[in-house]
């Protein structure tokens, strides 16, 4: 069987990690866990493989009273393969995230397994589902038992991506894993809880929901459309990332190639909330799919307290009951819109945002930004860093002109499509001839700032009439010259 080892309640010095940590006996991920679906003619091997009827010590049980027993006869089999799926994936969410791994009813048998869950019709345990941690049991016994109570609520039968019944699997694995509620910290002595946690709250900035920590009570995220079938959890949150990687360290293999996460554009099956843990590559949020305006936020969970940021930024298309926040310490580069309004949010590294149509604000904060805002009148803040600002859609005397909110011309650049601007030739930087303050002096002034209005103009025609195209306004009295235009 799997080794164990113990951990502090309070490893981390961070409220938020160590409300999540249990302390005391976890696994030692050393070895892998071995994990059955027990049935109920193996229940009497499992007994003598050291597991024990019901859940002495379970959080839900004072220390030292009466824990109920299990009647045997509301064992009953897995059913379908969906649930079986549904296991395997909540696994691998957990393996994909930290450095443990898990053996799922291989070359072994359920006398010699690690954690062993049963399928149940009771009303005993009042609950969904319930799930034993090690450090809840004594040291003599082997294994740790999950009970699910698929008769509890119709929920159960939700198995798919943001169903209430995947996502209760999901927080009763955490549990076996040595995760506590955020509102109750498990039962050691060492225990934490969320800050402004009163009774199952929200807590202080509403940071106990199920979108920052499936081992919230608070299903998913509060002001958006949630049902059993939609709009629970996915994956993990943020704050359960964190956690786990305190107890057993992060996995830094996961999705190293160039992965792109689609928004969820419907509240229907498969919609619901994640955390994206991803450990390389030039990867995207998209939301070219969406039927009305998303909101992107590239910035990863600062895990800080008095922070309305500690578990996230919200990555989610409007009236959509799922969506992706990012885990502490994960860089995801690039941002694209849809055809609507959105609103699009870097990080520190050097980010790719495409608007695509719709009147969308992008805001490129640190680093050296390349920022796209397509068709529409979009504004465009490049932040810090050395910014590229592109013009690369057809351009039109009443609209698709861009602002550019904090013009920097020491280090910013403008990079213009040589298909849209005809009469420009490929050069890298723009031809000094082809630019001018004011307005058209020469045939071949086809690119103007206008100091008194901020106004950056086209024109094919040159000094002639009739011609000239406002793309975009850097504001007034401006520093920039032709060297800070390239085109392509």
Known sequence: MATTKSVDGQLSGNVYIDSLIWGGRVWDQTVPIKVWLGDPDEYNSALAGGGRNFYEGY????????????????????????????????????????????DIESEYTIEQADIVWWRVDSNDIGALAIHENLASIPNTVGQVWGYFNYAA????????LGGDGLSTIVHEIGHGLGLAHPHDGGRQDDKNTFPGVVDGSTGTFGLNQSVYTAMSYNSGLAGTPRTFVYGNQAGLGAFDIAALQWIYGANTTTKTGDDIY?????NAVGTGWSCIWDAGG???ISGMDATSSVTIDLRPATLAEHDPHAGGFISAQVGIGGGFTIASNVTIENAYGGR???KLYGNGAGNRMLGNS?????????GDDILIGGTGNDKLYGGTGKDVFVF???????????TIGDWNGLYDMIELDSDVFTKLTRTGVLNKANFVIGSAKDSNDYIGYDRG?????????????????????IGKNKAIGFADFVVI
């Open 340 to 342: 609507y309004a959105d």
């Open 358 to 366: 719709g009147t969308d604000s992008l805001y490129g904060f640190d």
């Open 392 to 402: 690369n859609t057809s351009l039109s005397a009443t609209g698709n002109k861009d």
């Open 262 to 266: 689609a928004l969820p554009t419907s």
């Open 59 to 102: 959080f839900g049980i004072e220390p030292g009273a009466q824990a109920p027993t299990l009647n045997v006869n509301t064992l009953t089999f897995w059913q379908t393969q969906a649930e079986v799926n549904a296991f395997i994936y909540a696994l691998s969410l957990y393996e994909s995230v930290c450095d443990l791994q898990f």
């Open 153 to 160: 609520t119709e929920s159960w039968s939700q198995l798919s």
């Open 453 to 473: 209005t901020g106004n950056l103009w086209y024109d094919r025609n040159g000094s002639a009439a009739g011609g000239q195209v406002v793309f975009a306004n």
């Open 282 to 284: 030039d990867d995207t």
